[in-house]
């Protein structure tokens, strides 16, 4: 089933632009570096469910407009709207995006310039993969400010090695691209002339792959990592009994055998 485009206006918070499979969503505040404020949030979970449910769509990039990617949630409107029902609603709401990002079917890759902190470099861990430019500048920072990343803290302790994660969410410090790309954090690391042209390299070599071999392959790979290691083994091999059975590994195998490229049908 395929959705209507998702239509920002110019001055939205979120911008989307499609082209060859490839979705991208702008974070669109870029006076606020873009900021993640209440707003931002709902245009990201009105985008992401209806991504999720179109079939043109093979690969997702998040963006950031401007001089950065993200430094996270906006204060001045947490501050000015410090009650419990709206500091409770903001965070659920973080979070939901953060969980949708890792339901969709399609791999996302975060495209991250500047800086990346607190929430900002929550949406970077929770992205499948992610390409940084050279100069870009990860933290977890709320710690400076009395507020404990405790929701970016989630993915990231899931991307990197423990004291380093701890590290990061302790002391608010600042890693550079290279560092974050030897921890784990991001995938790749290109010159800013060049991050563009690498998040399109990323995107195609996954293009390329059998759509529906990569929804299952996303959804059984973030599954078994919540697995005891016999229940993971017994997972796997019923996926991929499934898989082999499947019309793609069909083709794939035959095409193997036969010498020549697989047609996929998606």
């Known amino acids: 089933m395929n959705s209507p485009p998702f239509e920002s206006a110019a001055e939205g918070t979120l911008l989307r632009a499609d082209a060859g499979g490839v979705a991208t969503l702008t ?27 179109d079939d043109s769509v093979r690969i997702v990039v998040l963006a950031g407009a401007g001089r950065a990617f993200s430094p996270g949630h906006d204060l001045k409107e947490m501050l000015a709207n410090s009650t419990e029902e709206f500091i409770g609603d903001l965070f659920r709401s973080c979070c939901e995006v953060m969980l949708t990002l890792r339901r969709l079917p399609q791999p996302v890759i975060a495209r991250v310039h500047g800086i990346a902190t607190a929430a900002g470099c929550q949406l970077v861990a929770a992205s499948d993969m992610a390409v940084a430019a050279a100069d870009a500048r990860f933290a977890t920072s709320g710690i400076d400010f009395g507020l404990f990343c405790a929701t970016p803290g989630v993915p990231v302790s899931r991307n990197i090695a423990v004291k380093r994660a701890f590290e990061m969410v302790m002391t608010g410090e600042f890693i550079d691209a290279p560092t974050a790309l030897a921890w784990g954090l991001v995938n790749r690391v290109a010159p800013p002339d060049k991050l563009d042209a690498e998040v399109a390299a990323l995107a195609q070599v ?18 078994q990592l919540e697995q005891n290691l016999v229940e993971a083994y017994a997972h796997a091999s019923e996926v991929i009994t499934r898989n082999m059975l499947g019309q793609d590994a069909q083709e794939g195998v035959s095409a193997f055998v036969g010498k020549r490229k697989p047609r996929w049908d998606d």
């Open 206 to 223: 996954l293009i390329g792959k059998p759509r529906r071999v990569l929804a299952d392959g996303k959804k059984f790979f973030y599954r």
């Open 27 to 53: 974070l669109n505040r870029p006076a606020q570096y873009n900021a993640i404020n209440r707003a931002m949030l709902g245009e990201l979970q009105i985008a992401l469910d209806a991504i999720g449910q």
